[in-house]
Every structure is written in C-alpha cells, then in structure tokens.
C-alpha cells in the first residue's frame, strides 16, 4: 500500500524560507514520478515540482526559481525548498506519487504552509 506523508509546514514570514518533506512507502521507486503540489485559496490544485523516474526537475510555473525539489533514495524522500515565499504561497501543499506503468495516483493529506508577517 503506497503512503505518502508530508511534514515541515508551517507559518514563515514574506520573503523567509522553509523545507516541506515526503516519506514514502509502498512502492517500487524506480516507477514512479514524485512530487508537490499546492492548492492556494480560490484556486484550483496546481503542480509545484515534479521529480520523475529519470531523475528529471519539473518544475510549475507558480514557484518556478524559488524552491528546489531533491529525492533521497536512502531516507524514501522527496523534499521541497522553498525561497522567498511571498503571502500567495499560502496554502495546502501535497505530497504526490504517479505510477507510471498504470498511470495510479497517490496523494499525501497535504501540510498546510502561511506566509504571513
């Protein structure tokens, strides 16, 4: 059964910083793509970053240059920098998972990120 937990969200200030990580479970790594995504009030879901099988960055265009998705084979994580947050950061980020051979998608409970002075 594939899990997916994230943690590290939080209250940061404009322009501050902060580390949202994904432990997984359940799955053979090697095909899967796994990544962020965010929902942000009065939007719909949308892709933050994306860490494919090939070891690909594929990045969203709403944080494109301000965070930096990193997968750590050893600890079954994928992890999300995230720079000079601004108040429309604020939001549900969510750990996701996409099996690749039958097309399966997984999604963690979301952690939930405020930027606010």
């Known amino acids: 059964q594939v899990q997916l937990v994230e943690s590290g969200g939080g209250l940061v200030q404009p322009g501050g910083s902060l580390r949202l990580s994904c432990t997984y479970s359940g799955m053979m790594l090697s095909t899967y793509n796994l990544g962020w995504y965010r929902q942000t009030p009065g939007k719909a879901r949308e892709k933050v970053a994306i860490h494919t099988f090939g070891d690909y960055a594929d990045y969203g265009d709403s944080m494109r240059g301000r965070v930096i998705i990193s997968r750590d084979k050893m600890k079954n994580t994928v992890d999300l920098q995230m720079n000079n947050l601004k108040f429309d950061d604020t939001g549900d980020y969510y750990c996701?998972?996409?099996?690749?051979?039958?097309?399966?998608?997984?999604w963690g409970q979301g952690t939930q990120v405020t930027v606010s002075s």
């Open positions: 996701y998972a996409r099996e690749l051979l039958n097309g399966d998608e997984y």
